[in-house]
């Protein structure tokens, strides 16, 4: 009962339903002659968001066209053909990813990639976690490397750090006395202590450089904010010259209306009066324009 129990529980939580998945077959070597493959790697490519363009989509077809009358080489896809004690005959594939790598290193008479698209497609399919252990993995690696009395590390020390332990696991199975020491690591350690005075020498230059660049955008900014508040204030005097032109224009305006009265009525002190009224506001509308030309003379200088 207790497999009856795990199918049933593999069958409602694994996508076994999936369009996408289904689809995926079509990597497989021996999918490749089959009458429908084209038209399921163009739904593979579809189901990738963003991935093709409409024009690349449309080269899908004739390039796996051209894929499916590929002669390959059988080592290509099968690594290894024997025989158990039983005389029962067994083929051990080749990695998926082997497969791929050997039909997409093929080029065109001219040199350049035969299958252009279908590298784009197969390459990112190949990348698809199948789950979050691995990413997970990595960071409790992260956490263990990163203590926290190495939070001041830099990110390239940190990468450096990650590097080596990701080393010691390729090459020694976890254990650093296992790793093999050739000339190019003793090499590398030689040359270590200069590539990272190399190294502090270029972040400096880089430090000094921006801090450089920060200062001259300081000074621009602070120049720039002066001749902002110089146009600012220029344009409240421009603003308050022009209101009291027009003011000065009506005092003009009305010393003309009273002339013209005191000259029907005849009388000659309303007249003077008008009169000196007159001069005023021209004297002052004189002064006003001379000092509004000014303003905005200074206005275009600084625009």
């Not at 497999?3 to 339903?17: E, F, G, M, R």
């Not at 203590?147 to 650093?176: C, P, Y």
């Not at 921006?210 to 146009?231: A, R």
Request: glycine share 4%; proline share 2%.
């Amino acid at each position: 009962m207790i497999y009856h129990a795990i199918a049933d529980n593999l069958k409602t939580h694994l996508p076994l339903k999936s369009t996408f998945l289904k689809d995926l077959h079509v990597l497989d070597p021996a999918s490749k002659t089959e009458p429908d493959a084209a038209d399921t790697m163009i739904r593979v490519a579809r189901a990738i968001p963003k991935l093709l363009s409409d024009a690349e989509i449309d080269c899908i077809r004739h390039e796996y066209m051209m894929y499916a009358t590929e002669n390959i080489d059988e080592s290509w896809y099968i690594k290894n053909k024997y025989q158990d004690s039983d005389g029962n005959n067994h083929i051990e594939h080749q990695r998926i990813d082997y497969y791929w790598n050997k039909v997409l290193l093929l080029t065109t008479s001219f040199g350049l990639p035969k299958y252009p698209t279908l590298s784009k497609i197969v390459k990112n399919v190949l990348i698809m976690s199948h789950g979050n252990s691995d990413v997970e993995r990595g960071f409790s690696i992260n956490e263990h490397i990163v203590t926290e009395n190495r939070t001041l590390l830099s990110l390239s020390s940190i990468n450096g750090l990650r590097s080596t332990w990701d080393a010691i696991k390729f090459f020694g199975s976890g254990l650093s006395h296992r790793v093999p020491i050739n000339i190019d690591m003793i090499r590398a350690v030689q040359r270590s202590k200069s590539v990272y005075n190399q190294e502090q020498l270029s972040l400096k230059s880089i430090a000094d450089h921006e801090k450089e660049q920060n200062e001259k955008c300081q000074n621009t900014n602070e120049k720039m904010k002066k001749l902002i508040d110089q146009e600012h204030q220029l344009l409240c005097k421009q603003k308050s010259l022009q209101d009291e032109q027009k003011k000065a224009q009506l005092l003009v305006g009305e010393g003309r209306q009273r002339l013209d009265n005191a000259l029907k009525k005849g009388d000659m002190i309303d007249a003077q009066a008008a009169n000196a009224l007159i001069g005023a506001g021209d004297e002052k509308v004189k002064l006003i324009s001379a000092e509004l030309i000014q303003v905005t003379d200074e206005l275009l200088k600084i625009q």
